[in-house]
């Protein structure tokens, strides 16, 4: 240090030195009185001790790091064993999927009035081959497996026996309705089935095949792969549905039956809105006319998405013009796999 | 002598007008402040002052108490580092005004 100095001034190191050090301890002293008048200023403000906590309280906050415990010390809450069980069905449903299932369970959202008239019609249906029926779709649809596969205990030996078993209040039931459209309207009225249906066409000789589509609708369902045993004038499929159907097993000369013609435009009038509804929502899938054929043959993927668009015209047509034959077009229809008849043109 | 005391006074009296004009002392006590909460010198006093307020009840804590309490032992708690530093500083700063 005393070397520094020298060769700064020659005269007064020692001197500025000790000024030095005068400057240093006013610095400290400076800052001494700083602290003073600040703690002194937190004392008497009140905040000088807010940071201090007892260690006992302390205590109480501590984190808990154990096993089996969460970081409060409080056990570790199970929830995922947790079940509910459905005040509508009685089945006991995990926790987390209680909504969803009460939902549709109780018939509410967007389905709910498809799903509560099946549920009535299936209630108030004592006689299980008749709900049989219905089902037959669902036996035979692959997407539609749920039940059997996920349920061990029902044996998937037969529709009738899981039929049975199962809860008519389920809403695992009225899942089906997405693929099998239209069904809906016909379970008011479950007796028109008869046991038979779902006939495999390929089956069918020729003069039963004649025999059959001159007593039945006959339209071929997309899933089931089988026919429509109901009447002629069954309100689910319609006249062109029936006819192409015709015109695809009997050949191109076979036309619609008598009875069709003769069908009374005003029997339909109740069913009109819903089925235009339904139809719309459909994106009229199924009702294939000749040039709708001739596009899907192509591509049946390509097709489908164009359909709607082509369809909506002739849909607001429909809509306006009153009691020609055409009236009667827009059914419920059942969806037919564009595919199968465009081998017709 | 006594001009020599009288010199002495009119040298240091320049120095602190110096220091205060070029603002050196503001910086140099800047510094010594950061420093000194840096190394926990504060703290320390701070803990301290904690004592004595608890001893003396915080309703008859004066300012000269903490004064008196606070000068000697934050003097002597000043780490050398920061002592040597700053004494650095003031030998610079009085280096490059020694022609007054």
């Given at each position: 240090?005393k070397?520094?100095d020298?060769?700064?001034?020659?005269?007064?190191?020692?001197?500025?030195e000790?000024?030095?050090?005068?400057?240093y301890?006013?610095l400290?002293?400076?800052?001494?009185?700083?602290?003073?008048?600040?703690?002194?200023?937190?004392?008497?403000?009140g905040?000088?001790?807010?940071?201090?906590?007892?260690?006992?309280?302390m205590?109480?906050?501590?984190i808990?790091?154990?096993?089996?415990?969460?970081?409060?010390?409080q056990?570790?809450?199970?929830?995922?064993s947790?079940?509910?069980?459905?005040?509508?069905?009685?089945?006991?449903?995990?926790?987390?999927?209680?909504?969803?299932?009460?939902?549709?369970?109780?018939?509410?959202?967007?389905?709910?009035?498809?799903?509560a008239?099946?549920?009535?019609?299936?209630?108030?249906?004592?006689?299980?081959?008749?709900?049989?029926?219905?089902?037959?779709?669902?036996v035979?649809?692959?997407?539609?497996?749920?039940?059997s596969?996920k349920?061990?205990?029902?044996?998937?030996?037969?529709a009738?026996?899981?039929?049975?078993e199962?809860?008519?209040?389920?809403?695992?039931?009225?899942k089906?309705?997405?693929?099998?459209?239209?069904?809906?309207?016909?379970?008011?009225?479950?007796?028109?089935?008869?046991?038979?249906s779902?006939?495999?066409?390929?089956?069918?000789?020729p003069?039963?095949?004649?025999?059959?589509?001159t007593?039945q609708?006959?339209?071929?369902?997309e899933?089931?792969?089988?026919?429509?045993?109901?009447?002629l004038?069954c309100?689910?499929?319609?006249?062109?549905?029936?006819?192409?159907?015709?015109?695809y097993l009997?050949g191109?000369s076979?036309?619609?039956?008598?009875?069709d013609?003769?069908?009374d435009?005003?029997?339909?009038?109740?069913?009109?809105?819903?089925?235009?509804?339904s139809?719309?929502?459909?994106d009229?899938?199924?009702?294939i006319?000749?040039?709708?054929?001739?596009?899907?043959?192509?591509?049946?993927?390509?097709?489908?998405?164009?359909?709607p668009?082509?369809?909506?015209p002739?849909?607001?047509?429909?809509?306006?013009?009153?009691?020609?034959?055409?009236k009667?077009?827009p059914?419920?229809?059942a969806?037919?796999?564009?595919?199968m008849?465009?081998?017709?043109? | 002598?006594?001009?020599?005391?009288?010199?002495?006074?009119?040298?240091?009296?320049a120095?602190?007008?110096k220091?205060t004009e070029?603002?050196?002392r503001?910086?140099?006590?800047?510094?010594?402040?950061a420093?000194?909460?840096?190394?926990?010198?504060?703290?320390?006093?701070?803990?301290?002052?904690?004592?004595v307020?608890?001893?003396?009840?915080?309703?008859?804590?004066?300012?000269?108490d903490?004064?008196?309490?606070?000068?000697?032992?934050?003097r002597?708690?000043v780490?050398?580092?920061?002592?040597?530093?700053l004494l650095?500083?003031?030998?610079?700063?009085?280096?490059?005004?020694a022609?007054l």
């Amino acid at each position: 240090m005393k070397m520094e100095d020298m060769s700064l001034s020659g005269l007064d190191n020692s001197k500025l030195e000790a000024i030095a050090h005068e400057i240093y301890s006013d610095l400290i002293e400076d800052t001494c009185l700083g602290l003073s008048f600040e703690i002194h200023r937190s004392v008497k403000c009140g905040y000088f001790m807010l940071d201090e906590t007892d260690s006992e309280s302390m205590k109480d906050f501590e984190i808990v790091d154990q096993p089996g415990v969460d970081i409060f010390g409080q056990v570790y809450n199970q929830w995922k064993s947790k079940e509910c069980v459905c005040p509508n069905c009685n089945r006991s449903i995990a926790a987390s999927r209680f909504a969803p299932h009460l939902e549709k369970c109780l018939g509410m959202g967007r389905n709910s009035s498809r799903i509560a008239n099946r549920r009535i019609a299936s209630s108030n249906n004592m006689n299980k081959s008749e709900s049989d029926q219905e089902d037959n779709d669902d036996v035979n649809d692959n997407d539609w497996s749920y039940g059997s596969e996920k349920k061990g205990s029902f044996k998937p030996a037969g529709a009738k026996k899981r039929k049975s078993e199962k809860n008519p209040n389920s809403p695992r039931r009225s899942k089906s309705l997405k693929h099998k459209n239209g069904d809906v309207s016909t379970n008011s009225d479950p007796f028109k089935y008869n046991s038979s249906s779902g006939i495999s066409y390929e089956n069918l000789g020729p003069e039963e095949l004649h025999t059959l589509l001159t007593t039945q609708c006959g339209v071929i369902s997309e899933h089931t792969k089988k026919m429509c045993t109901r009447s002629l004038r069954c309100p689910q499929h319609t006249d062109d549905q029936r006819r192409s159907v015709r015109i695809y097993l009997l050949g191109s000369s076979a036309s619609l039956p008598e009875a069709d013609g003769s069908t009374d435009n005003d029997s339909f009038d109740v069913v009109e809105g819903q089925t235009l509804m339904s139809r719309l929502q459909w994106d009229g899938s199924s009702d294939i006319s000749p040039s709708d054929s001739a596009s899907s043959k192509a591509s049946t993927n390509n097709s489908d998405t164009r359909k709607p668009k082509k369809k909506k015209p002739s849909l607001l047509a429909v809509a306006s013009s009153g009691g020609s034959n055409k009236k009667k077009k827009p059914k419920p229809p059942a969806p037919l796999t564009p595919g199968m008849y465009s081998e017709l043109n | 002598m006594a001009s020599s005391m009288n010199k002495d006074a009119q040298m240091r009296a320049a120095i602190n007008q110096k220091l205060t004009e070029t603002g050196e002392r503001e910086r140099l006590k800047e510094l010594l402040r950061a420093k000194l909460i840096e190394c926990g010198w504060r703290d320390q006093l701070k803990a301290h002052c904690k004592d004595v307020i608890n001893e003396k009840g915080l309703e008859h804590v004066t300012v000269d108490d903490l004064v008196a309490e606070i000068t000697p032992k934050g003097r002597a708690l000043v780490p050398d580092s920061v002592k040597k530093e700053l004494l650095q500083k003031i030998r610079t700063f009085l280096a490059q005004h020694a022609s007054l």
